[in-house]
């Protein structure tokens, strides 16, 4: 348990970093195109990590194997 507000600061930190870094991996697995370096200018790539967040939600909320087909 933490101690002062500083350790309570840390551990708050410490868990909000491991939840990005395991939806990053998820996301690496499904989406590709972040695993190699991608040849889009700078303004592009700031974009695709959220437009593969809507695509993730949008397989989520509805049937996968309906989008497969």
């Known amino acids: 348990r933490?101690?002062?507000?500083?350790?309570l600061?840390?551990?708050?930190?410490?868990?909000a970093h491991n939840c990005v870094e395991q939806i990053f991996g998820?996301?690496?697995r499904w989406f590709c195109i972040l695993s190699s370096s991608p040849e889009y200018s700078l303004g592009v790539q700031a974009?695709?990590?959220t437009a593969l967040c809507m695509?993730?939600?949008f397989i989520q909320t509805?049937?996968?194997?309906e989008i497969e087909d």
């Not at 600061?9 to 868990?15: E, G, P, R, S």
């Not at 509805?62 to 194997?65: A, C, K, Q, T």
């Open 26 to 28: 998820v996301f690496k």
């Open 47 to 49: 974009c695709i990590p």
């Open 2 to 7: 933490p101690q002062n507000p500083k350790e």
């Open 9 to 15: 600061l840390n551990l708050c930190h410490a868990q």
């Open 55 to 57: 695509v993730h939600n």
């Open 62 to 65: 509805h049937n996968v194997e």
